[in-house]
Each structure stands twice: as C-alpha cells, then as structure tokens.
C-alpha cells in the first residue's frame, strides 16, 4: 500500500527534499566563491577634476608643471593631497625659460639630478593651506613655514603689501582656489641650500677634472727673468738611430721616406720636432705661450662637460 502526504507519494517526497536541498548547498557555495567588492574606505586616495593638483596641470604655469612630470612626483603629490589642504608656489614661466642659469638648468634635467631636482621642486609647497587671508602680518606668530622637502620657507609682508616668499615676491597671490589647496603665483624659482651645494659641488668638480697639469714657470735669480725652457733630446730616435748602427737586422730596417728636409733628400726628424719646440718656445716671449695653454685648458673644459653630460 503506497502513503501518501498532501496528495504526494513518499517516494516523490523524499526526493524532492534531496533535491531542494543539493540546490540549497550549491547556491551557498557559488555565493561564497564569488569576490567581494572592496570597501569604499580605501587608503588610496582619490583624485577628484576639482583638485588643486589638476588645477596646477592645467594652469598656466606650464614649466613648472612640466618639471613635476619629469621629476616623477605626480604619486608624491597625490598622496600629499590626499592627506592635507597644501599651498604651492609657482614661479613665472619667464623664471624658468630665461632667467634661470642654463647651467643650472641643465644640472636640474640631468639623469643623475633627479634627487636634486624634486627637493627643489618640494620646496615650493607647504603642507597646509595658507591664502592671502592668513599670511603672517608684522612679527605675529611664526613666520617660518615647512615645505614638503623638510626645509622651511619664510613668509612675510612687508609695509606697502608687497608678499614675499624668501627672496621671490609674490606676484599673483590666489592665483589658483581649490578646496584642497591654494596656488601663488611668485616672481622667481626658490633654491633651496641643499640644491644649491649639490649644484657647486657638481661644477667644482668638472672644474678639477678638466683643468691640465702644467708646471710653474721658473725665475733666475740673477737676471730676475723667466727662464727658458730646456728642450733635451728625444731619446726614442737616437735610440733607434742606436740600434739601426748596432743591430743585426740594419739591412732590413726599411729606408726613410725622400723629402726634403735631410741631406739626401729624406725627412728628418728628431731635427724638426726640436726646430718646431724651439721656434714655439721663442716666439712671443712667454706670453704667447701662456694664451696657448689657456686656450688649450678652455678647450679641455668644454671636452670634460661634453664627456660628463653622455655627448662623447
């Protein structure tokens, strides 16, 4: 006799519940094997169109923006923002093109530079936001401010209104308002001392390397003249002169090239090296020799800056 519940058979009943309950099983492991969506609370943070950071890509400061990118602070900075409100001076595009040093400025994009050149470009913003409004007036509160470079800048106004940076005035104050931060416009780049100790370390250096060894000249104690210089004889051609008389192998030794300058018509020479040091040492007195060596080291100079900045 077959039982049945609700109308159903027993049979059909327990399969059924096995099979709900499979479907049960596989639905809670597919739901467990799916991944999670991160949270919104994440520790990167986000750059919003209406930062300060963006408004500065954008501005037109155009060098030092393009300074920032090259220097491979864009990461630096964001992370900054996204801490704290900052305020960043940013010099003229006419302080960056043509009144900064070429030679400064080649130093700054140099490969081996890039540490010098994001300390100096650091200096130019305090990690807090600091408008006109709350520039320090007169001698109240601390006029020194902290810069991202761990150095500090001075801010101050002076009595006819005129802000000032350190030594750049400040030409275009609010130049730029975010939310997030505030731009100034400034009248000249800010080197910090660090950069600039690099940067005379660097030339000093080239300096050094390029200048030639040369021996001081000499004075007569009598005659109260410089003295001149004694050209000995180059002992690799009488050398060779030795051995082409002593030598078993003079017959093979190849003749000299004819010309005109030996008695037979061949050149010669050990004399005209010694003609040539000799007419150089007279002519012009000390003077003239002097210039030479002068132009010579100037020479050595451009070649040493050439070989250090990957030309040669």
Not at 49 to 68: F, G, K, R
Not at 199 to 218: D, H, K, M, T, Y
Request: glycine share 8%; proline share 8%; with cysteine.
């Amino acid at each position: 006799m077959d039982y049945h519940i609700y109308g159903l058979p027993k049979l059909k009943l327990i399969n059924i519940l096995f099979l709900a309950s499979f479907f049960l099983l596989s639905t809670h492991a597919h739901s467990s094997a799916l991944p999670r969506k991160p949270s919104s609370s994440s520790n990167s943070p986000q750059i919003n169109s209406n930062s300060v950071l963006v408004a500065l890509l954008d501005s037109h400061y155009t060098e030092l923006a393009e300074l920032v990118e090259k220097a491979l602070l864009l990461p630096t900075l964001e992370d900054a923002v996204g801490k704290h409100n900052i305020t960043i001076f940013a010099p003229r595009n006419e302080a960056l093109e043509r009144d900064l040093d070429p030679e400064f400025k080649r130093f700054l994009l140099e490969p081996g530079n890039l540490k010098s050149l994001q300390t100096l470009l650091l200096f130019h913003i305090i990690p807090n936001r600091i408008g006109s409004g709350e520039w320090p007036e007169g001698l109240s509160g601390d006029p020194t401010h902290s810069t991202l470079s761990n150095d500090r800048l001075r801010l101050e106004s002076k009595g006819s209104g005129v802000r000032s940076v350190d030594l750049a005035a400040v030409v275009q104050p609010d130049a730029v308002l975010r939310p997030d931060g505030v731009i100034h416009g400034i009248e000249r780049l800010l080197i910090p001392r660090s950069v600039e100790e690099d940067f005379n370390r660097r030339r000093s250096l080239r300096s050094i390397s390029a200048v030639l060894p040369e021996g001081a000249p000499e004075v007569d104690p009598r005659t109260h003249r410089l003295k001149k210089a004694s050209v000995g004889p180059c002992r690799s051609p009488s050398g060779a002169s030795d051995l082409r008389r002593h030598g078993p192998w003079t017959s093979l030794a190849p003749a000299p090239a004819p010309g005109p300058g030996g008695p037979r018509g061949h050149f010669d020479g050990e004399s005209q090296v010694k003609d040539f040091i000799q007419t150089l040492l007279h002519y012009g007195g000390y003077n003239e020799m002097a210039d030479i060596l002068v132009n010579l080291t100037s020479l050595a100079t451009e070649m040493g800056r050439l070989v250090s900045e990957g030309y040669v």
